[in-house]
């Protein structure tokens, strides 16, 4: 049976608080006086308190201070593709590694016969993988997989392939990685969906393991639903442009998962014949406010739910694909024996996914 055994997330050493991003914001998307309030009105409304980065710039509203991003107001391009996919190929590795420190006080290197790397944000070859196999020891044949581009809701794709891996190899032990640099996309354009994706998102990496191994503390993964939304495949978008990629982020969105949240808790939660009542803890991807009040009003559930994901989003904002991975270690000392964990994120389609895990006995 397979279970998560370890969560081992990790961010940039950069943390910036949501004032001081702000400011950057105002200066580089060169904001009227009506365009600015709506962006302090939206950075205020956001339950963001600091995000992490790779990038220092966003610190500066100064544009004499910053490295990465060039005097837009002096008339100087923002950087392209092929220069923020090098600032991914040159961060990407050490937050990984970073990622590793609590996986390699458990295990050795050598005992892990799968790797899964998972990101949106970043592409290049040879791979994160690669690199990992040479940097962190990692056996030169291990199986891998690479997950990309699938937005906030990867990790889950990423545990039900460890999942099936687990099912159909008893020694398995399989090693997740998801790494994003969601800052390194940052658009300069005044657009609804770029104040959006500029208000909400941080860097950051979580590593996973998943084994046959009934480990204690560890999380059976007990069913996986998946739903994508008839007609919403342009509400949540994300696509390569010239100067980074591009975010489409409909406000939208919440009425759509606050209407359909239901339906498929009823059917992920049939499959084990259960009820929303047998239910004791909930790891919701906290894609913003306005995403967790969405599950609330949908589920009928009180705020009190979701205190962990608002904390995640608080302190690190929506990081992508491994942000539900950070709710979920955020919650591991407070599930309980015998506790069943409903656990959801969003993402692309507009894809909904859902997973129930169980905490083992001690």
Not at 89 to 97: D, R, S
Request: aromatic fraction near 8%.
């Amino acid at each position: 049976m397979p279970y998560i055994n370890l969560i081992s997330p990790a961010n940039p050493e950069i943390s910036i608080a949501q004032n001081d991003i702000a400011g950057f914001m105002q200066k580089a998307m060169q904001l009227n006086e009506e365009n600015s309030r709506k962006l302090k009105a939206v950075f205020r409304m956001s339950g963001i308190q600091k995000r992490h980065t790779v990038i220092p710039d966003y610190q500066f509203s100064d544009d004499k201070e910053w490295k990465f991003y060039p005097q837009l107001n002096n008339g100087k391009a923002i950087p392209n593709t092929p220069e923020r996919m090098q600032l991914f190929e040159k961060h990407a590795l050490p937050l990984a590694i970073k990622s590793l420190a609590k996986v390699f006080h458990k295990y050795e290197a050598h005992e892990f016969t799968h790797l899964i790397t998972v990101s949106c944000t970043g592409m290049f070859a040879p791979g994160l993988d690669i690199q990992l196999i040479k940097k962190a020891g990692l056996n030169a044949d291990i199986e891998r997989t690479s997950i990309q581009f699938m937005g906030c809701f990867a990790a889950f794709n990423a545990l039900k392939t460890a999942h099936h891996i687990a099912r159909s190899e008893k020694d398995a032990k399989v090693l997740i990685l998801c790494v994003e640099l969601c800052t390194i996309h940052f658009q300069a354009n005044y657009s609804e969906d770029n104040l959006l994706a500029n208000t909400l998102f941080g860097d950051g990496a979580s590593a996973a393991v998943v084994s046959n191994e009934k480990t204690e503390q560890a999380l059976e993964m007990k069913a996986f639903k998946s739903v994508v939304e008839n007609d919403s495949e342009q509400e949540m978008a994300w696509s390569i442009g010239s100067l980074g990629f591009e975010m489409k982020l409909s406000s939208y969105v919440p009425e759509v998962i606050a209407q359909n949240i239901a339906k498929l808790s009823e059917e992920l939660m049939n499959k084990l014949q259960l009820t929303l009542r047998d239910i004791n803890q909930f790891a919701i991807h906290p894609g913003g406010k306005r995403i967790l009040e969405a599950v609330e009003k949908g589920l009928k559930l009180p705020s009190e739910i979701n205190a962990s994901a608002y904390k995640v989003l608080r302190d690190f904002g929506n990081m992508s694909s491994p942000t539900v991975l950070f709710v979920l270690h955020e919650m591991w000392d407070k599930i309980q024996p015998k506790d069943k964990v409903l656990s959801f994120a969003f993402g692309p389609g507009l894809t909904m996914e859902s997973m129930l895990l169980e905490r083992v006995e001690k």
